[in-house]
């Protein structure tokens, strides 16, 4: 079979049409300066087009060396088709790509995580903010200049979040690092110098002060999902996630059991955590039982449970800057001004967890029955108004 039939130089004499170098090589020209190098081969009986890139990018020689190689595959008994695509995902799994690293990072650190990171809070700063752009990078090419330029849209707006995804992405840098993989371990580190402070003001959430609750709880009377769930929100000091998702098994002998893993903070607690429930807190749960679906003692109106938004809403729409999130903060603030509390009882009456590891291994107590008497006092508080003082033994 002839070849070699074309020249660098008459290539660029015809216009639209295809023209055979030989063997099989042709080049498709769509115009004058335009065109893409193929090679017909036949494969296990099968006719088939194989690419060899663009001209002129490719060259006449440098097709004829492509169509030459992968002739001798073809000798060999190989498809050529398919041992290029081999070469190419066997090139990319050697780059290492930071998209396949932060997942695997994300992977060997989910058995520590809540709830098994399946509510993918840990990765998706990461998923949001760098993967797009950084994704399909190799991680060993990864540089504080890249990190700056991808974090710097949200330094300033979201810096909570961009904080998170530039801590994370240094996870994944170390990772990469076990692995074995050459990378800057000091990429993170040195961005957060390029970026520098953010100017974001953090804000606390807004709280109603603790003498302006009871009028508040008060007004939650009709009974239903919301005001309900609000009411026990208010007389426990939880946060809204257990209390969206109490389930009636949670309640034992007057006392709720959140698991640990429902519990910001207690990722790697071995034990759940106890609330005790004042009279009023049960009287609450009582006429909850009334809206129970699915075991929820707080569903919403067309599946699954109430939502965080819908507490919100409806402080929102009564005018109040105040969250329901807040509470937490009247109640801390109640404790401190309105009770002689150790810190302690206090902490542990928001699911905070006090002292050092060392500490927590002597003091074996969540102070159970001192926070039961103050849930008591906090309902009086928020059912009579009573500004009084309370005076505990012992704490």
Request: aromatic letters at 6%; a positive charge; glycine letters at 8%.
């Amino acid at each position: 079979m002839a070849r070699n039939k074309l020249s660098s130089r008459g290539l660029m004499a015809p216009a639209e049409g295809k023209y055979c170098d030989g063997a099989g090589l042709w080049l498709a020209k769509s115009d004058q300066k335009n065109g893409k190098w193929f090679l017909r081969i036949t494969v296990h009986g099968k006719r088939r087009e194989m690419g060899l890139g663009p001209w002129p990018a490719v060259s006449l020689a440098e097709a004829r060396d492509k169509a030459d190689a992968a002739r001798r595959e073809l000798r060999e008994g190989r498809d050529p088709i398919r041992e290029r695509q081999k070469r190419r995902v066997e090139a990319q799994r050697n780059l290492h790509l930071f998209r396949d690293i932060a997942h695997d990072a994300f992977e060997a650190r989910r058995a520590e995580l809540r709830g098994g990171g399946k509510a993918g809070r840990w990765f998706s700063p990461l998923e949001l903010h760098v993967l797009p752009r950084l994704g399909h990078v190799p991680v060993s090419d990864i540089t504080q200049i890249d990190l700056r330029d991808c974090l710097a849209p949200i330094w300033h707006t979201k810096s909570e979040t961009a904080r998170k995804a530039l801590t994370r992405t240094s996870i994944c840098l170390e990772h990469a690092a076990a692995l074995g993989i050459d990378v800057d371990l000091q990429a993170a580190k040195k961005a957060r110098a390029l970026l520098g402070k953010s100017n974001a003001i953090a804000r606390n959430i807004p709280s109603l002060p603790w003498q302006e609750v009871p009028a508040f709880y008060g007004s939650l009377d009709d009974g239903s999902v919301t005001h309900l769930a609000l009411r026990l929100l208010i007389l426990t000091g939880v946060r809204s996630k257990p209390l969206r998702f109490l389930r009636e098994e949670d309640l034992e002998n007057e006392v709720w059991v959140i698991p640990a893993e429902q519990v910001k903070g207690r990722k790697n607690a071995t034990s759940d955590f106890r609330v005790p429930l004042s009279t009023e807190a049960l009287s609450v749960i009582a006429e909850a039982r009334r809206h129970a679906r699915d075991g929820y003692l707080f569903p919403s109106l067309r599946k699954g449970v109430i939502s965080d938004a819908t507490m919100s809403r409806l402080m929102e729409r009564r005018g109040m800057e105040a969250r329901p999130h807040g509470f937490r903060s009247s109640l801390r603030v109640w404790l401190a001004e309105a009770t002689d509390a150790s810190h302690e009882v206090a902490e542990t009456m928001l699911g905070h967890i006090v002292g050092s590891a060392v500490e927590r291994a002597y003091l074996r107590t969540d102070f159970l029955e001192q926070r039961r008497v103050l849930l008591e006092r906090w309902a009086s508080h928020l059912t009579l108004g009573s500004n009084s003082p309370v005076q505990l033994v012992g704490t």
